[in-house]
C-alpha cells in the first residue's frame, strides 16, 4: 500500500510569549481535520505540539504536494491565527507569509516534511520536531543516523545496510540541491552539512533499494520573508528498521546535545535537549532550544500512537548537559559564539546599524 506522510507545522501564536501552544488551537485544528477524515480524504491523523508550534501530522494517499491537503492545513492555520487574535497570543500568525493560499504551502511560511512510501511488513516511523531552531539542526543528528557507525551499528553488521545510504543536500541560499554517496563521499559531504546555516539535508535513500529513509523541512523563514519573522522550528520524518536503522540509532544521536542556531530572538547558539511533548515549554531566555519525537506504527495508512519517545529517563543526562551547555553559552551575552555570526544578523538589526553608522566609518592609513 503506498501511502503519504505530510507534516506540517506553524506558529501561529505564542501562549504565553513564545512558550507554548493554546490547547483551544490545537482542539480547533482536531476539528478540522476530523470531517475530512470521515471523507476519505486523510487516511489519518494526529495534533500535537513543541513549543509554540502547531504540528499537523497526516496520512493519504494524495501524494507530496497536494493542492487539497496543503489547502486543508493552511485553512486549519488561518482558522487557529484568527483563535489566536482572539485570545490576543503573541505573534498571531507569524510563520503565515501570504495573503491567499496558491496551490501548496511551500514558500509560504509553514514548515513542510512530506514522503510517499510503499507500506512494509512493519512500519515504524519517527516525527522529529523542534522549537527555536533553524532547519539545519537535523544535519548532525541525521549524518549520525545513517552515516556514522560510532552511532549506527548497523552500517557494519547489518547486510542490508552496508552499502549505505545517499544524502540530497540543499543549499538554501543558492536554490541548488546536490547528492552524495555513503560512505565513499563522506568528507565531501561533510564539507557542506558542516555549515547548516547554508547547507540542509532534505532526504536520504537507501542506496541499494532507492526507498526514501528521511526527509526534513529545509524553509529559511527569514530568506522566504527577507527580514527576520521567527525561526524555522524544523520538522523531520525518519523511517526504521528492516533496511533503514533501528529505533534505537535512530534516537541515539539526542542522548548528546548539539549547539544548534535560534534561541532568543533566533540570533544565538544554544544546546538542542530532547524532551517529553508536555515538556517542550521553552522559558528560559526562550529556549534553550527543544526536539521532541513522536513514534508510530504506521498500519494501512493509520498512525498507531504516539509514543513520546524522549518521555524517557535515559535522556535525563542529556537533558541536564544542556542546561549545562546553556549556562556556558548565557554567560557570553551579547558576545559570539553565543551571539549568531554577523552574517546569521542580517534579517535582525544589522542592516538597519550599519545604514545609520555608514557615515562614520573612514578608511584605515
Known amino acids: 500500500m503506498k501511502v503519504t506522510m505530510s507534516v506540517i507545522k506553524a506558529d501561529i501564536g505564542g501562549y504565553v510569549g513564545h512558550s507554548d501552544t493554546h490547547p483551544e488551537m490545537i482542539a480547533r485544528a482536531d476539528e478540522m481535520l476530523a470531517k475530512p477524515k470521515q471523507d476519505g480524504l486523510l487516511i489519518d491523523y494526529h495534533v500535537t505540539k513543541c513549543g509554540d508550534d502547531l504540528q499537523l501530522i497526516i496520512t493519504h494517499q494524495k501524494g507530496v504536494d497536494n493542492e487539497e491537503i496543503h489547502k486543508l492545513t493552511w485553512d486549519i492555520f488561518i482558522e487557529c491565527t484568527e483563535i489566536a487574535k482572539k485570545l490576543k497570543l503573541h505573534g498571531a500568525g507569524q510563520d503565515l507569509l501570504a495573503d491567499a493560499f496558491s496551490g501548496n504551502v511551500r514558500g509560504m511560511g509553514p514548515g513542510v516534511a512530506e514522503m510517499e512510501f510503499d507500506e ?6 519517527i516525527v522529529f520536531m523542534a522549537d527555536k531552531t533553524s532547519s539545519g539542526a537535523w544535519n548532525m543528528p541525521l549524518y549520525k543516523i ?5 552511532n549506527t551499528i548497523g552500517l557494519v553488521i547489518a547486510e542490508n545496510m552496508h552499502n549505505g545510504f545517499a544524502f540530497e543536500v540543499h543549499d538554501v541560499k543558492e536554490s541548488k540541491k546536490i547528492t552524495f554517496n555513503t560512505p565513499e563521499e563522506i568528507y565531501d559531504l561533510l564539507v557542506f552539512i558542516g555549515a ?15 526507498n526514501i529513509a528521511a526527509v526534513s523541512s529545509t ?12 525561526k ?11 533496511e533503514f536503522p533501528a529505533v534505537g540509532e535512530v534516537l541515539e544521536p ?5 549547539l544548534v542556531e535560534g534561541w532568543m530572538r533566533g540570533s544565538h547558539m544554544g544546546p538542542l535537549m530532547p524532551v517529553a511533548v508536555c515538556d517542550s515549554t521553552p522559558t528560559r531566555f526562550d529556549g ?12 494501512g495508512g493509520k498512525l498507531i500512537g504516539p509514543r513520546d519517545m524522549f518521555a524517557d529517563k535515559s535522556y535525563d543526562l542529556a537533558r541536564q548537559q544542556a542546561n549545562e551547555m546553556a549556562d556556558m553559552m548565557r554567560s557570553h551575552g551579547p558576545f559570539e559564539p553565543h551571539r549568531l555570526p554577523l ?3 542580517e534579517y535582525t538589526t544589522m542592516p538597519q546599524v550599519m545604514k545609520k553608522l555608514e557615515g562614520r566609518f573612514t578608511d584605515l592609513e
Do not use: N, W
Open 120 to 125: 512494509r511488513g512493519s512500519e515504524p516511523v
Open 254 to 258: 539526542f542522548a548528546s546535545p548539539i
Open 343 to 345: 552574517e546569521e544578523m
Open 219 to 230: 524553509q529559511r523563514l527569514a530568506l522566504i520573508a527577507g527580514r527576520y519573522v521567527g
Open 146 to 150: 545513517f552515516a556514522d557507525p560510532f
Open 288 to 299: 534553550p532550544p527543544r526536539v521532541t519525537a513522536a513514534g508510530f506504527q504506521v498500519s
Open 196 to 210: 547548516p546555516s547554508r547547507f540542509m539535508v532534505k532526504a536520504i535513500y537507501h542506496r541499494d533499494s532507492g
Open 232 to 242: 524555522d522550528d524544523p520538522v523531520c520524518i525518519v523511517r526504521s528498521q528492516g
